[in-house]
């Protein structure tokens, strides 16, 4: 090829770097290659692309502006998210099917004292993986003697399969973990295992050790489970593997989470988790929920399960929210998880960048066909490619090139994809922390000084706030924005590892149906 062309294409040219000139760069280029057979043209096709891809950084630009503008959330905008959540938590105490949040009764009304000794399990269904826990417990001077653990993931066809077939492999998975029990674990004479079942899903809790799903969320579309206990669903598949066990309590894993964290703290008072889905909970008075004046409890309290993934009000959306939405399989439900929480910030990302390389070429003059599948880019890559601060953003580009297939972008294309990112996790952890402050707010306002006038413990869990530390950070900078320095001191926010495993074991161990306390 004439170099002419080379001119025509990049006229304000300079020289390439040799190194620059790998293989790759055939693939790279889309409409060029077939001008380019011979490694001697390759040079001018890379140049190409180069002068292709510099244009195109600028052309992304107005989605860029535009994507800050609409994910933008000012102390205004935090202000009156925290104040919707308090309006709609009370609306949600006040009736059934008046408020976005369901507040779920836990039947949780006695929290671990420190006491609880014996053997115990947990059995976990998350949203990305199932874990099974066992504990033995020592009492007030022991407290955890020793502790095991196992996770696997959830295969994707189980999500979408059928009851017996998702129960019957926790049911498989847990019964593998017993028969693997070693000698520090004692379970007396004649007594049942026991079983803390903690659910990460929407249930209508109907006592203590039973509940109806309400609905699959995260992806889920497990057919037959709507409008079953889950807890029957479980009992069912342990008896099909063979096994005699007892699930004495049915936890959510927002409630696990408070009471395993209140077994260390007791000035705990809310839990948060931000893993694959989202969910709250907290401490309520018994008299500040009219919708149950018939019901009493010895300590006149009990934990109200919000189910904030539901709320919606006031969120700064974009189309690519609206459209994920639109094409997820829950259209119209969980507006405030698929705004804050890890299965969909990636994807979120995805669609950014896809209208971005679709309009702009950002990746070049093609689009790479993996940056059209939904879902592929997941939300530990974007945590790795915003931990990236060489300069040229090298992580950046290998993520690209490994998750969507961009086999080459420039590093102005890659500083592109990191401010898409820094947006969208910064607009979630701060709406997180806007949700946080609206449960401490409606609590602080029924107590009086009790929230806000001492020390009062956050328990977080979940795999995006304990590994995505730029979301962690937006969250506590929320919280203090609009808290103020000085009331943001008293209010702790703690994560509690594994918190919800151990607080179901112990949620069972209180409610076991043997003696456990020393
Ligand atoms: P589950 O929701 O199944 O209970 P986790 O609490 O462990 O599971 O959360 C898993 C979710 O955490 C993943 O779906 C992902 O969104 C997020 N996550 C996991 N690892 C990372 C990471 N390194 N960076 C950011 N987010 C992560
Ligand atoms: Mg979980």
Not at 251 to 263: E, F, Q
Request: aromatic fraction near 6%; include cysteine; charged fraction near 25%.
């Amino acid at each position: 090829m004439p170099a002419t062309h080379h001119l025509l294409l990049c006229p304000s040219s300079a020289p390439i770097p040799l190194s620059l000139l790998g293989s790759e760069m055939s693939a790279a280029v889309g409409s060029f290659t077939a001008l380019v057979p011979q490694p001697a043209t390759r040079r001018r096709v890379a140049w190409a692309t180069r002068c292709s891809v510099a244009g195109s950084v600028a052309a992304a630009s107005p989605i860029l502006k535009n994507l800050h503008l609409k994910c933008a959330t000012p102390l205004p905008v935090l202000r009156h998210i925290a104040d919707a959540m308090a309006a709609d938590m009370r609306a949600g105490l006040a009736a059934d099917g008046a408020s976005d949040l369901k507040m779920i009764l836990s039947y949780v009304d006695s929290l671990p004292t420190g006491n609880e000794k014996g053997l115990f399990y947990a059995l976990d269904l998350g949203g990305t993986n199932f874990r099974v826990l066992r504990v033995q417990l020592g009492g007030k001077d022991n407290r955890v003697v020793d502790t095991e653990f196992e996770q696997v993931s959830i295969p994707q066809e189980l999500m979408h399969g059928s009851t017996e077939e998702l129960f019957d492999f926790i049911a498989s998975g847990f019964a593998r973990f017993v028969a693997k029990e070693g000698e520090k674990f004692r379970l007396p004479q004649g007594r049942k295992r026991e079983i803390g079942f903690t659910f990460s899903f929407p249930v209508k809790q109907t006592s203590i050790d039973s509940g109806i799903l309400i609905k699959w969320t995260k992806g889920f579309a497990v057919s037959g489970t709507a409008g079953k206990d889950v807890v029957a669903c479980l009992n069912e598949a342990l008896k099909r593997q063979g096994m005699d066990m007892r699930v004495s309590a049915l936890v959510n894993d927002a409630v696990g989470t408070l009471a395993g964290a209140r077994y260390w703290d007791d000035d705990v008072m809310v839990a948060v988790i931000l893993g694959t889905g989202t969910n709250a909970c907290y401490i309520e008075h018994m008299d500040a929920i009219p919708k149950l004046q018939d019901l009493t409890t010895g300590s006149g309290k009990t934990i109200i399960n919000t189910e904030w993934g539901a709320f919606s009000t006031g969120l700064p959306l974009t189309e690519f929210d609206k459209d994920m939405d639109k094409e997820s399989i829950n259209p119209g439900e969980q507006i405030f998880e698929k705004t804050i929480s890890g299965m969909y910030l990636g994807e979120i990302v995805r669609r950014v960048l896809l209208k971005m390389a679709e309009v702009s070429a950002l990746f070049g003059d093609y689009v790479p066909d993996k940056l059209s599948v939904p879902f592929v880019l997941r939300t530990p890559d974007l945590c790795a490619m915003h931990q990236d601060d060489s300069e040229d953003l090298e992580a950046v580009d290998l993520i690209l090139n490994d998750t969507v297939g961009v086999t080459r972008s420039s590093p102005d294309a890659r500083k592109i994809v990191a401010e898409v990112c820094d947006t969208i996790v910064k607009r979630g952890g701060r709406l997180a922390g806007a949700g946080i402050v609206g449960i401490l707010q409606k609590m602080e306002q029924d107590s009086k000084g009790l929230i806000f006038g001492k020390r009062t413990v956050v328990a977080m869990d979940g795999g995006l706030y304990e590994h995505y530390p730029q979301y962690r950070k937006y969250l506590k900078e929320a919280v203090t924005e609009l808290l103020g320095s000085e009331a943001s001191k008293n209010v702790i926010i703690e994560h509690t590892k594994d918190g919800s495993g151990i607080g179901a074991a112990l949620l069972a161990a209180i409610n076991s149906k043997y003696s456990t306390e020393v």
